[in-house]
């Protein structure tokens, strides 16, 4: 008991001591005295919300221990904390629980998805039975009508015949009985006169009608002639697409086969070489001394290769191969493209020759995954051109750009479109319009990833984007806060500013002092925990550029020069 006693009053003794010494703002606080103190660093001038409760008793016997105490809370009172929320997130529950979420929209997609092809399916069939109702009605109906005037037309033919033989009967009779007067021989007269006119006007009704009927059997005869003669020509027509169809693909397959035989020949060259140096005794030091110059051969001969092509064929042959239905065909084009696109003296070319409208259109028209990253990697060679920077986005290159980020999975896609992105944040220019089409939100899109190629080109377009607005800042072209603010970057690049890749660090601390120098990003660079980044790169950054930047930034807004004398920071 007296052991334990006395490491209590040792603890509370190193206790009183930090808070005395935290009180006094002292540079050295005595934490590793006791267990306690260690335990309780955080709370008491550290990032904790700290209460401290402290008991007295209304005795006089107890009055020294009570006014040591309230003196104790006195100074505990003065130790300022900077709170600062620890969130941890399960990031694998949470990938799960968008996973299921995710399962079951798909699986609505798809029930509802085929409801609607159940109900499309249920009106096409209505419509048919419809139509073919509509259809057996009408030809009910015209047989109906034709019989009818068949029917009428025998009645009358009949009802015709019946009073000519009566008035036949009849002139026969008044012959007869001629001598008894005219008037009887008269009237017979005219009714055989009346039909006789009306025999004949049948009779002309029966001939015109069948002469319409002969016109018309003579127009059907034609008509299935003419409707022959456009079958041959429409027979005649796919064939002769057929054949240019055929023609197209031998050419393009005459293309591939130059590309590969100036490949062959290339690889042939170079083993020829590699024997002739085998040949000759060179030892195996020798041999690996000598793959520099090799690989850079290889390099020189493909770009050869590539121009040879390029001078066989011609651009513009090879741009219309991007458009072509192969699939290995159009993969292939799309390379001689981009290998074409990476020298700065075909770029010109390429664009007005339509080939960036054509990578573009790539794209938005195809979903293979080597198609999209070697479409991607052209364009991010193109974007290099500044010329070329501004055609890309008034035809709309962003906002393809940002829908292949957040479709593709693949690195090498990502780290291609992140490039092209990056390219276009070094443009003064087009800062604005980049912002208000999606530019930054799909370049923070792609950390999804987590590749270190992929972050560092992203890194990259952060800090050009970071550099060209600081740059419009100055120059009073813009003000208020940094856009990459507004869209929630800097929790991110505060995250990886201290990366253990070089080329993320490096980028990321060049963003961070552009952002920091003016006084609009200050507020929310220290409430981010930006400043200790800052103060970090001032002292350990590995370029003197960028810490003699941090530094001046420090040492230039009053919002970092009145939080470091608050903490009692030397930088």
Known sequence: MLEEAKSINLSLSSL????????????????????????????????????????????????????????FGQRAMKVENMLK????????????????????LIAENERQQKAFEDEVEKINLEAQCRIAEVERNFADALEKERLKCQMEYMELVKE?????????????????????????????????????????????????????????????????????????????????????NQKKRLE????????????????????RKCLENGSSGSTFSAMDSSRPNQFKDT????????????????????????????ANVRIHAVKVVANLAAEEANQKRIV???????????????????????????IANLAMNEANQELIMAEGGITLLSMTASDAEDPQTLRMVAGAIANLCGNDRILMTLRSQGGIKALLGIVRCGHPDVLSQVARGIANFAKCESRASNQGIKSGRSFLIEDGALPWIVQNANNEAAPIRRHLELALCHLAQHEVNAK???????????VRISRDCSREDIRNLARRTLSSVSTFKAELRRLRIDY
């Open 160 to 244: 015709l015949e019946q009073k000519l033989v009566l008035n036949q009967e009849r002139h026969d009779c008044n012959s007869s009985v001629a001598g008894n007067g005219e008037g009887p021989a008269s009237s017979s007269a005219g009714e055989v006169t009346e039909v006789k006119i009306l025999l004949e006007t049948e009779r002309s009704r029966r001939k015109a009608a069948e002469e319409e009927v002969e016109h018309l059997k003579n127009q059907l005869g034609k008509y299935t002639q003419t409707q022959a003669g456009d079958a041959e020509i429409v027979k005649l027509r796919n064939i002769l697409e057929d054949e240019a």
């Open 252 to 271: 393009e397959e005459v293309i591939i086969l130059r590309s590969q035989l100036l490949q062959l020949n290339f690889e042939a060259d170079q083993m």
């Open 524 to 534: 929310d660079l220290v409430s981010g925990g930006a400043l200790w980044e800052l």
């Open 16 to 71: 009183g001591k930090c808070i005395n010494a935290l009180a006094e703002n002292n540079a050295h606080v005595p934490f590793r005295d006791s267990k306690l103190t260690r335990m309780l660093r955080d709370s008491f001038g550290g990032t904790a919300r700290t209460s401290l409760i402290v008991t007295i008793g209304p005795s006089p016997r107890h009055r020294g221990e009570t006014s040591s105490t309230i003196l």
């Open 85 to 104: 929320i620890k969130e941890e997130f399960d990031y694998k529950s949470l990938s799960r629980k968008l996973e299921v979420q995710l399962d079951k």
């Open 299 to 326: 390099a020189n001969g493909q770009k050869s290769s590539v121009a040879t092509l390029f001078e066989q064929v011609g651009l513009q042959k090879i741009l219309s191969l991007l458009e072509s239905d192969d």
């Open 352 to 378: 007005e020759s339509g080939g960036l409208t054509s990578l573009l259109m790539l794209l938005r028209r195809y979903e293979d995954e080597t198609v999209r990253r070697v479409a991607a990697g052209a």
